[in-house]
């Protein structure tokens, strides 16, 4: 019987648990520690880390890791199969199965020539089915168990019952024909194979533990003690195992403290809450008034579903909050495998467009570089061939070469008699031939599992130039490691597991080329990149439980969400007699989580929309409603009325007439605070209008939304940063022009796949303009950044889009002043150069962007220079602007012509807006009129023509401003 420790819910779990550890086990390597997930597991290290020197850890495992660990100790058996092989047979056995089977499950079924369901399409079945055998495996369960359990429950109808029992035993027939085992089968007799080996466990934070672990960790031996982070009132609603039992009907209501909850109209407004609430969290002072009440990494945004986690990245971009997040760094994602898929889409299509994209992937490009002969190409060429088309081939421009083909010839495919120039047309054919080469591979025709892998192994070791002894696969000595950068190797280590799964099934497997491509991107290994350190981490709800953040946003707090729905093939009433995770499991643990939640943090703000991003009415969370007293009352009153949350929709219709307008000075709430952390355009926001500074940064109010088809001057230069930054991090070495193009190129998809679209030709005619007008800028841009490196300016990565912060002393009360520099150049003869991107339809010089007639109206790039010095920058240094404007005849790069005094007169002019906001100096406005979502509350007329509209920007220096 295990023990249970109650640690308490004062504080967060990790630094408890780590504590605990410490003082109760001083050989902590004769431990084993059972997590909910391996980040979880980081954690607990880098607790114990700090508190120890020179120790031995003890030896952390996920439940999954524990069964691996005890399988082998285990006596040999029949192999696993592994999930390849698993998926393929079991597809195989959904291909052949009777019509009449399938349709008791999914319906009715599409059939390929031969009468079998086609295996593309069966995906979501096949998982499925595999879930449901690893669930009940879990629980020592396997579906003819099953079967015999639910016979008799009316909510399961026997007919699909019976369907799922027949797929079952024939997976299992067919893996045993093959001398396999499936994995669950394994799980199951794993009882029966280990030995004790007395270790002593400590389980925790796992809030659900399966029967068969259990029995696993008891037949293994060893003390077992489960460390709770709840106090030892709670033991009643935990069993032994320290997880959440079912609750009664009769339940106590849930303690949520002082829990602040927010119902937002809509999933914009909860987002734009989210944002405010992290800012002001940031932003506020501690009660000495000397420091941020919290560092960004202090701080905690949790999404209910990964999907959300994009929506809220974007939404903490926009507020200029620094951020990371697990969610959407896929090695599925990485260069080789984007490669592969490019030349596999293409060898299936051989259409014009996508061999373009494959043109754009900056590792085939090279290697088509190398097989290339333009100069024989021209030279063989007739006289009359294109003189466009003759300069493209010379100068290695294949993108440019088909761009023209697709204009005067309107050529989809290549195939069959092509008519247009002949250059351009032979060099279409030798590029299809070498991508022939590349990837020897016919569309229409099957093959073994085997026989394709090879195919692209093939493909990837002519691209990454790999020796004989860097063959992909699982071996150790890959070869392969770090020639690339990181991304490209656990591409290349993901492919080769996938690859070495691939061979084992030999000649006997034979798929579709299209479909072995759908079964790499679903099968191979999904993970994160190791996450920066520092700024506001988003998590999933179930990593909440080890997340040692004292401030914590939760975002989708709506009933479907938190708890989850059951999905899957079995109703809810047979998974809760089956032991599974059922809507009522979900309820007692996601009640004991928010429970532990709102004990241990301070603040801590529950977020909901009562219509969230599929636009259909929603329900706050039943948690919600189960709690008591002063928090029960908010979530009725935010619910029932507009909440705090709530956007107003203002746009160009809004008209306020001009006798509304009150020239006095508006009553300014008693309990606002002076931020005490200022980030470098804060200073611009109240040189440009004190009292927008005032509802935005002190009264923390939300401007108004404007739904466009198009994007806004944020969101369009939010594009082109990271476009730039992304082509920063990847290039490690000047190009030529033509390979700069390709990569921005690149890294411009990649960033329209991640924030808007899977591809740009899925985005609406509108904004495929606007990005056909960036991608012209980023040619441009190019151009300017190859002279550069001729000059031997080199880019220094570690000062790309790099955090930085400085105290700036404001009689004698410490201000911290932060930002994020966008690069910073380095020279040999020159010194450093720090650079800020300009996205604006004009060019305008530094002078002429930060001063005007009255003073200084910005401070952006002259702080710059001060927080580079205090993070490490020395020697001499210029300060510039990169334009990349649509005006074609402006120079890109924009120095800065200011001395030493003209900096210090900026550090000075921030430190007198600072006193101003701490005096309250927030009247009178600026008397231009804006755009910026907060004309109702600031009271601007909108009558006047769009001429006289600042969208957001304005003028006037302290020296103008007085108090009221």
């Known amino acids: 019987m295990p023990d249970r420790v109650f640690l308490g819910w004062e504080r967060p779990l990790l630094a408890s648990a780590a504590e605990w550890l410490i003082d109760d086990h001083r050989v902590l390597s004769d431990l084993r520690v059972i997590v909910p997930g391996r980040r979880a597991g980081r954690l607990l290290l880098a607790h114990l880390a700090e508190r120890l020197r020179g120790f031995e850890p003890p030896e952390i495992l996920t439940l999954g890791g524990l069964w691996d660990r005890l399988a082998a100790r285990g006596r040999p058996q029949a192999r696993v199969a592994g999930i390849v092989e698993s998926t393929l047979l079991r597809g195989q056995v959904l291909g052949s199965a009777p019509p009449e089977v399938l349709e008791k499950l999914i319906g009715p079924t599409a059939r390929d020539p031969e009468g079998r369901a086609r295996l593309e399409e069966r995906f979501g079945l096949i998982r499925q089915l595999e879930d449901l055998e690893w669930e009940l495996a879990a629980q020592g369960l396997d579906l003819r168990v099953a079967g015999r359990i639910l016979k008799d429950l009316e ?164 507020a200029g909050v620094e951020h990371h997040s697990p969610f959407l760094r896929s090695v599925a994602d990485s260069p080789p495998i984007v490669a592969l898929e490019m030349l596999w889409r293409y060898r299936t299509s051989r259409r014009l467009r996508d061999l373009l994209r494959v043109l754009r992937v900056p590792i085939v490009e090279r290697w088509l570089d190398a097989q290339m002969a333009p100069d024989e190409l021209v030279s063989e060429a007739p006289r009359q061939a294109d003189p466009q088309v003759r300069f493209a081939v010379a100068n290695r421009d294949w993108i440019s070469v088909l761009e023209r083909i697709v204009e005067t010839a309107a050529v989809d495919r290549v195939r069959g008699r092509l008519t247009g120039d002949v250059l351009a047309l032979d060099t279409l054919r030798r590029l299809d031939e070498h991508v022939g080469e590349l990837l020897p591979l016919v569309a229409d025709r099957r093959a073994s599992l ?281 290039v490690d070495r000047p190009l030529e022009e033509r390979e700069l193009i390709a990569q921005l190129d690149l890294a411009l998809e990649s960033v329209v796949a991640l924030r808007l679209a899977p591809s740009v030709d899925d985005l609406p005619p509108i904004l495929r303009i606007q990005l056909e007008q960036l991608r012209r800028r980023m040619r441009r841009y190019a151009g300017w950044q190859v002279e550069e490196w001729r000059k031997g300016w080199v880019i220094e990565r570690e000062w790309i889009e790099r955090p930085v912060q400085v105290e700036l002393d404001v009689d004698s009360q410490p201000v911290v002043v932060a930002g994020r520099i966008d690069r910073v150049d380095r020279h040999p003869q020159l010194g450093w150069r720090l650079i800020d991107y300009k996205t604006g339809d004009r060019a305008r010089t530094p002078e002429s962007g930060h001063r005007d007639g009255e003073g200084w109206s910005d401070l952006q790039l002259p702080l710059y220079e001060r927080l580079a010095r205090a993070n490490g920058l020395e020697g001499p240094a210029s300060l510039a602007l990169v334009a990349i404007s649509k005006d074609s005849t402006s120079p890109i790069l924009l120095a800065a012509d200011w001395d030493e005094g003209d900096l210090a007169e900026a550090t000075e002019t921030a430190r007198e807006v600072v006193r101003q906001v701490r005096r309250g100096v927030f009247w009178p406005p600026s008397p231009a009129r804006y755009v910026d979502g907060l004309e109702l509350v600031s009271g601007d007329t909108l009558s006047p023509s769009p001429a006289e509209l600042v969208p957001g920007t304005g003028s006037g220096s302290v020296s103008s401003r007085g108090a009221p």
């Open 450 to 730: 085997a026989a394709l892998a090879e195919l692209a192994c093939g493909a990837l070791e002519q691209l990454y130039s790999l020796d004989e002894g860097d063959r992909l696969g699982p071996e150790e000595d890959l070869g392969v490691p770090w020639r690339f950068g990181s991304e490209a190797e656990r591409g290349l280590s993901a492919l080769g597991t996938f690859f070495e799964q691939c061979r084992a099934l030999g000649e006997a497997s034979v798929v579709a080329p299209r479909t072995w491509m759908r079964l790499l991107r679903e099968l191979v290994e999904e993970g994160s990149a190791p996450n920066p350190s520092g700024g506001v981490e988003v998590l999933g709800w179930l990593e909440l439980a080890l997340d040692d953040a004292p401030a914590v946003a939760v975002v989708g707090m709506n009933e479907g969400s938190i708890p989850t729905r059951s999905r899957g093939l079995l109703p809810d009433s047979a998974r809760a007699r089956l032991g599974l995770t059922d809507d009522s499991k979900r309820l007692a643990r996601d009640a004991f989580l928010l429970e532990q939640l709102v004990h241990s943090r301070d603040p801590v703000t529950l977020l909901a929309a009562r219509t969230p991003s599929d636009g259909e009415p929603a329900m706050p969370s039943r948690l919600l409603l189960m709690s008591r007293g002063a928090v029960l009352a908010r979530s009725v009153e935010s619910y029932l009325t507009r909440a705090e949350g709530t956007t107003m929709r203002t746009g160009r219709q809004s008209r306020i007439a001009p006798d509304v307008w009150d020239p006095a000075p508006p009553a300014v709430e008693s309990d606002w605070q002076a931020p005490n952390r200022w980030r470098v355009t804060m200073f611009r926001d109240y040189l440009s209008c004190p009292y927008r500074f005032f509802l935005r940064h002190c009264a923390q109010l939300s401007p108004g939304t404007v739904d466009a088809p198009e994007l806004g001057a944020p969101a369009f230069g939010q594009l082109a940063h990271e476009t730039l930054r992304r082509f920063a991090l990847d």
């Open 155 to 318: 909510s399961v109808d026997p007919a699909r019952l019976d369907a799922l029992l027949s797929l079952s035993l024939e997976f299992e027939r067919t893996l045993e024909r093959q001398g396999l085992r499936s994995p669950s089968r394994a799980r199951l007799d794993l009882l029966d194979t280990i030995s004790p080996d007395d270790v002593a466990t400590v389980m925790l934070g796992v809030l659900e533990v399966p029967r068969l672990f259990r029995k696993l960790l008891e037949h293994a031996g060893g003390e077992i003690t489960c460390l709770v982070g709840a106090p030892e009132r709670q033991a009643q609603w935990l069993d032994d195992w320290g997880c959440p039992r079912v609750r009664a009907e009769s339940m106590p209501p849930l303690d949520l403290g002082s829990a602040r909850v927010v119902i937002a109209d809509s999933q914009r407004a909860q987002l734009d809450h989210l944002a405010s609430e992290v800012r002001r969290w940031t932003e506020a002072s501690s009660p000495s008034g000397r420091t941020p009440r919290y560092e960004e990494a202090e701080v905690a945004v949790v999404v209910s579903e990964p999907d959300a986690a994009p929506l809220v990245e974007e939404a903490l971009s926009r």
